[in-house]
């Protein structure tokens, strides 16, 4: 990319760490203050002022900045399909309803997202955590940058592998730096999604075991669906075993049970 590049800055920012992924000004990882995700209320002043510093010393201050939530960070649920209730604002507030459900009033203040999958089909909800973004809204204004954008550093990966599934039923996966996604559709509609704390370096020895036991929640016919990776961006950097198990790796396999498996390039 030339230092001229007039695309936004990407910044990864995760339990801990703030990195920005630009070859035009390539930067080493700087220590932030982490805090609890799941927090109604949490001090996030350390992990403000680092990225103020970060994009300080960054191309964002021209270029804007695409700030990239770790998966660690973030929450996934379902928000399944239910008659007559249509509206984005309503579907809206169902998955709050969710993420309250499983969190409780943590997630009252939660940002929460919903990318609906069409009429009659289970949606993805996110939610990203409240002291999270206006630690990212503050450290832009104190530093003159645009937020062009904050998404799961998931999120492309996501896309990407719904694309790949083509409307067929299939576990779709995207190891993370600590944490990985795994999610399960069919013809279009989500039918579950959770994280598992393994990063990507070890997610493949985690993998047989989660998908036998999620495996045993949904119908016989689904169980078996062929197995979609697609490491997101970091997830990649930090993965070496993953690169090296691609060559051979074709199938995965737990206890009594296979899944086809098919990687996707970042």
């Known amino acids: 990319m030339s230092r001229w590049s007039s695309k936004p800055v990407a910044i990864h920012v995760g339990h801990g760490s703030v990195q920005v992924r630009d070859p035009a000004t390539p930067l080493p990882a700087a220590p932030a203050a982490p805090f609890d995700p799941d927090a109604a209320r949490g001090d996030a002043r350390g992990l403000e002022a680092v990225l103020q510093a970060v994009l300080g010393g960054s191309g964002a201050v021209t270029r804007g900045a695409d700030f990239e939530i770790a998966t660690a960070?973030?929450?996934?649920?379902v928000v399944g399909w239910v008659d007559g209730v249509t509206s984005r604002e309503h579907r809206a507030a169902l998955a709050r309803g969710r993420f309250e459900a499983v969190y409780g009033s943590a997630a009252r203040d939660w940002r929460i997202e919903v990318a609906e999958g069409g009429y009659r089909r289970g949606a993805l909800a996110v939610a990203l955590p409240t002291p999270m973004l206006p630690a990212i809204l503050?450290?832009?204004?104190?530093?003159?940058?645009?937020?062009?954008?904050?998404?799961?550093?998931?999120?492309?990966?996501?896309?990407?592998?719904?694309?790949k599934a083509?409307?067929?039923?299939a576990w779709l996966v995207v190891p993370d730096r600590s944490d990985t996604f795994i999610g399960l559709v069919d013809r279009g509609s989500w039918l579950a999604a959770l994280c598992m704390p393994i990063g990507a370096d070890r997610m493949l020895a985690g993998l047989a075991d989660v998908l036998a036991r999620e495996s045993a929640l949904v119908a016989e016919e689904l169980a078996g669906a062929r197995v979609l990776v697609c490491p997101s961006s970091s997830g990649a950097a930090g993965g070496r075993s993953i690169g090296q198990a691609r060559p051979d790796n074709r199938v995965l396999e737990g206890g009594d049970q296979r899944w086809p498996l098919e990687w996707l390039d970042h």
């Open 138 to 163: 503050g450290a832009c204004r104190r530093a003159g940058v645009r937020p062009a954008s904050i998404r799961p550093a998931a999120g492309a990966c996501i896309d990407r592998l719904l694309r």
């Open 73 to 77: 960070c973030c929450r996934f649920e």
């Open 166 to 169: 083509a409307g067929g039923a």
